[in-house]
């Protein structure tokens, strides 16, 4: 078995209890599926959000809606495909009318699976969208304003901010800043 499909393994193993997790109040507000990420399990980057929306609750995939397609149109881009990244969020389920989740909620699902999802994945990059995934894992605030695009150290991982594909939807402007900073993202597999 190779790296690839061992981890792919592990990741399915560590999925397998939370399918239908109530362990925070997401997993009973009206949420249709447990959005866990996809991608390439051996990935050397993976791109975190803050939670899935309607279409991902729908689909069981993250960022399939405006802002993922964004996402996806920006990788290709660039380059690459989805297939090539691992794409999740830090909350697995959807929060009611999409707003932001709550810190008990965000605890919860990345103690329970985003941070296992890191460990067994090992990507080189981490790339957070928005400031919701950024304060999660820094556990502090953070302005996406003043981080985005510099390399942070996280765990002995390179972390590269930028802002959330939502937020670029609202505000086409800062388009080539997205752009650029997904490109240092990527450009910075290439230094380590």
């Known amino acids: 078995m190779d790296s690839k499909q061992f981890k792919q393994q592990l990741l399915e193993q560590l999925y397998a209890p939370y399918k239908n997790c109530t362990l925070c109040p997401l997993g009973t507000q009206g949420r249709t599926q447990v959005v866990f990420g996809e991608g390439n399990p051996d990935a050397q980057i993976i791109f975190i959000g803050e939670g899935p929306g309607a279409k ?11 802002s993922g397609q964004l996402l996806t149109r920006t990788l ?22 999409n707003r932001p989740p709550t810190p008990i909620e965000s605890n919860t699902c990345k103690n329970l699976l985003l941070l296992k999802q890191i460990k067994i994945i090992r990507p080189k990059i981490l790339c957070t969208l928005g400031s ?4 999660s894992l820094l556990d502090q605030t953070a302005k996406i304003t003043k981080l985005r695009g510099n390399p942070l150290q996280w765990q002995n991982i390179t972390l590269i901010p930028t802002y959330h594909p939502a937020y670029i939807l609202r505000n086409p402007r800062e388009l080539p800043t997205f752009v650029q900073d997904i490109k240092t993202a990527l450009d910075s597999l290439n230094k380590s």
């Open 56 to 66: 991902e609750d729908q689909q069981g995939r993250p960022f399939v809606g405006r």
């Open 76 to 97: 290709q881009h660039l380059g690459i495909t989805r297939e090539t990244v691992f794409i999740t969020n830090v909350v697995k389920c959807r929060p009611p009318n």
């Open 132 to 135: 919701s995934a950024l304060q």
